[in-house]
């Protein structure tokens, strides 16, 4: 029997993707480049210029194109790929609309940065959150090593669900930061990931005439649609536990669905965090622990389907901290939608680490202690 | 996936779309098909040799096939009128 | 190529029952392109009159296989599903069927980008002169003087020439045609479908409602562009400029009929005067002048 082995390396995030990618086999390629997005898409190009990746890879003049090219190439079967970042995605952002509602399951991935003006290149969560209610699976990688997992898994998610997937990896501090990385031998990729149905959604081939998007004769028909979405979203909870748990078996690495959970079986405070910053968030967690504060942590490693269920199990903590690296004049994204899913677990919502600004492990570690002090808003701006 | 196929009344019975009918004189017909070929509704069937025949359920009455037959063999007649 | 008309696919690409107006000049381009490439191609259509004229889901008023797509995507999502074929070893043309709209204004960027990558669909923009599915209101194609929702007094800019552009991007065919020419749109649809790489056709379709004529001389006022010279048939095929006839007889500007017979016949020019009609007549010899050096290059 042949032993397959691993390979044992160093990546950024950004390559870790790449690498991910180009093991999953995509047929088409199509990106515009963007800070802190474009060595993706120049490993990418590398990749099928030396023979190692057999794709088409299509050099689009813009985002919106990029999107609708991989959009074109999924709706006639192919397996397919974008990445962008910040204002790329506002720019395809009715392409990416489209993609949802026509459930062609296409991969994205998003290094995460910062809106302007001013132009600012540095990490912040509201470019991906922007997906939100578009009908995208969003998942978000907290190291690289789960930035490659995450690409290599929504292919599968992407294509069981029929809905298009987006991967986090966050604006330098993961994309460009070189963490070690395991990549697994190509034959267990290729047994993990086998190729699409390419008649799925819809099997759009010369003498088939069928027409998708025409309108409808009655409205009901095009809400029906929607609503499969959202029902849609909900099913995809178990598939996704599903992959998470067989690529735990088949790779080693398993990381707990929907959700992590750090130290919380026994907590009485729990932080919320989604993304890279959260290794920094458990850095604190651990030296709080040491000081004998019953303090925990979940990470979202989905966004979309907004994982209720565990969220509602919040519930039974004295206070959650929810940390968010976006804002909006409502507050932020996740506290919004942590404290909807909550009943009577008091919720501060801390709002930080945004425009790029830095915040690590010491920075986790006081406001977390200020939080527990009771010195924090329901919603606080810590700059 | 809500997913369309090819169908007649896409928009309905069109022929109430129209006010004037086209009525071909088969004797003044001479066969040649421009009217089939013309005719953005396809309601003009043609074969070679057997001449024309129009589909009122869906003709729109635009005129297009009286305007382009070369020996004005189609009339536009008011609906209702015989 | 003998063009029989008998011998023509009697199958109905175009299904009675559609949205379409009455006399629609595209519609009848679709039957045309249905019967050239009707069952190798898939359509991508943007937002456009060709979007509604499909009638209501989920039946379907064109009888092609149909993705319909962004406004501003269509040379973009072509290119995709192009590829996609190429890569799965799917025989067939990746086409697209948009608007002046969707091709000279909103998408023109994703076009020229096409057009660049020499991306391989056949790109035909059917030319109605206006944004008309959304109620006659003006497009970068929209002839100088005409009237339109929002040049209510006449549109001061010129036409801006797609075709001309596409050419100088040096893509591999690119053609004008004219649904009056049903034979010559034929035979530049299934050239279009033997060459690899970016091809552009820009179909002249008259539009009874936005153009303000009766809709029974839809045929009439296509053929009427021609024979006055306000529109020209030629192909840039390979490198090489080439006039298409009947053009090739309007060269000789004595042959043309007065462009007062092209635009009496459209409310959309009735405001004109003697003087603007001329100063139209000059343009068009201008224009004739540019294609006739660049036939000779």
């Known amino acids: ?383 | ?82 | 190529m003998s063009f029989r008309l008998d011998l023509l696919p009697k199958k109905k690409y175009v299904v009675p029952g559609n949205a379409a107006c009455a006399g629609c000049g595209m519609m009848i381009g679709l039957k045309i392109l249905g019967m050239a490439l009707g069952e190798e191609s898939v359509l991508v259509i943007p937002a456009s009159c060709a979007s509604v004229v499909q009638g209501l889901a989920p039946k379907s008023g064109v009888a092609m296989p149909i993705l319909n797509v962004p406004f501003a995507s269509s040379p973009a999502v072509a290119t995709g599903i192009s590829e996609a074929f190429k890569m799965l070893g799917v025989k067939g043309h990746a086409v697209v069927w948009a608007g002046d709209g969707g091709t000279a204004d909103i998408g023109f960027a994703a076009l020229s980008g096409a057009a660049e990558r020499n991306s391989n669909i056949i790109y035909i923009m059917y030319d109605n002169e206006a944004y008309m599915n959304t109620g006659i209101q003006r497009s970068g194609s929209t002839p100088r003087t005409a009237w339109t929702t929002t040049t209510p007094t006449g549109k001061r800019e010129r036409k801006k020439d797609v075709a001309l552009l596409m050419a100088m991007h040096g893509v591999p065919y690119v053609a004008t045609a004219n649904i009056a020419y049903p034979q010559d749109f034929y035979r530049k649809l299934k050239r279009a479908a033997e060459i690899q790489g970016f091809k552009f056709i820009h179909l002249y379709t008259p539009c009874p409602p936005g153009w303000r004529f009766d809709p029974a001389k839809t045929v009439e006022v296509a053929r009427l562009a021609v024979e006055t010279g306000a529109w020209i048939l030629w192909e840039y095929d390979n490198g090489v400029f080439k006039l298409n006839p009947p053009s090739t007889v309007y060269a000789d500007k004595s042959k043309r009929r007065p462009l007062k017979d092209y635009l009496k016949l459209q409310g959309r020019f009735a405001h004109l005067t003697e003087e603007e009609i001329k100063a139209l007549e000059e343009e068009v010899d201008a224009k004739w002048n540019t294609i006739l050096k660049l036939a000779k290059l």
């Open chain 2, 1 to 82: 996936m809500p997913i369309s196929t090819p169908s007649t009344a896409s928009a309905g019975v069109t022929g109430t779309w129209r006010t004037y009918k086209p009525v071909v004189n088969l004797q003044k017909c001479i066969d040649c098909g421009l009217c089939w070929l013309y005719c953005p509704e396809s309601v003009i069937d043609w074969e070679k040799g057997q001449k024309v025949t129009i589909d009122y359920t869906f003709c729109k009455g635009c005129g297009i096939c009286a305007d382009v037959c070369p020996v004005k063999a189609i009339d536009m007649v008011p609906e209702g009128e015989l």
């Open chain 1, 1 to 383: 029997m042949k032993t397959l082995t691993v390979q044992r390396t160093a990546l950024t995030g950004n390559y870790a993707v790449a690498y991910a990618v180009k093991m999953a086999k995509p047929h088409v390629i199509a990106a515009y480049p963007i800070t802190p997005q474009t060595t993706i898409v120049e490993k990418l190009a590398e990749f099928v210029e030396k023979g190692e990746l057999n794709a088409s890879f299509v050099n689009v003049e813009s985002e919106f194109s990029a999107m609708s090219v991989v959009y074109g190439a999924a709706m006639a079967g192919a397996r397919a790929f974008t990445a962008t970042s910040s204002h790329g995605l506002l720019y395809m952002y009715e392409a990416v609309w489209w993609t949802a509602l026509s459930r062609a399951p296409v991969v994205m991935a998003v290094v995460t940065r910062t809106i302007g003006p001013p132009w600012n290149i540095h990490v912040e969560h509201n470019d991906i959150l922007a997906l939100r209610d578009s009908g995208w699976i969003i998942a978000m990688a907290e190291t690289v090593q789960e930035a490659f997992d995450l690409t290599l898994q929504a292919f599968k998610i992407a294509e069981t669900v029929v809905l298009p997937m987006a991967v986090g990896v966050d604006g330098f501090i993961l994309s460009h930061a070189t963490e070690p990385v395991e990549i697994p031998p190509q034959e267990l990729v290729d047994k993990f990931l086998p190729p699409r149905r390419p008649d799925v959604p819809l099997a759009l081939r010369p003498g088939n005439a069928i027409t998708f998007g025409n309108l409808p004769s009655d409205n009901r028909i095009h809400a029906r649609h929607k609503a499969a979405i959202y029902q849609a979203h909900q099913e995809a909870k178990a598939v996704i536990t599903q992959v998470d748990r067989e690529y735990g078996k088949m790779f080693g690495r398993g990381y707990q669905g929907l959700v992590e959970w750090y130290k919380a079986s026994d907590a009485k405070y729990i932080a919320v965090c989604t993304g890279a910053w959260c290794s920094d968030a458990k850095d604190a967690v651990d030296a709080l622990r040491e000081r004998g504060v019953p303090i925990g942590l979940m990470r979202l490693r989905f966004i979309r389907p907004f994982p209720r269920e565990e969220v509602e199990k919040l519930d039974q903590y004295d206070l959650v901290v929810v940390y968010d690296r976006d804002i909006t004049p409502a507050g932020g994204i996740l506290g919004i939608e942590v404290k909807s899913a909550l009943r009577r677990a008091k919720v501060v919502n801390i709002i930080a680490g945004i425009a790029g600004v830095d915040f690590d492990n010491r920075n986790f570690y006081e406001t977390l202690q200020r939080a527990l002090e009771g010195k924090y808003r329901d919603v606080e701006v810590v700059i």
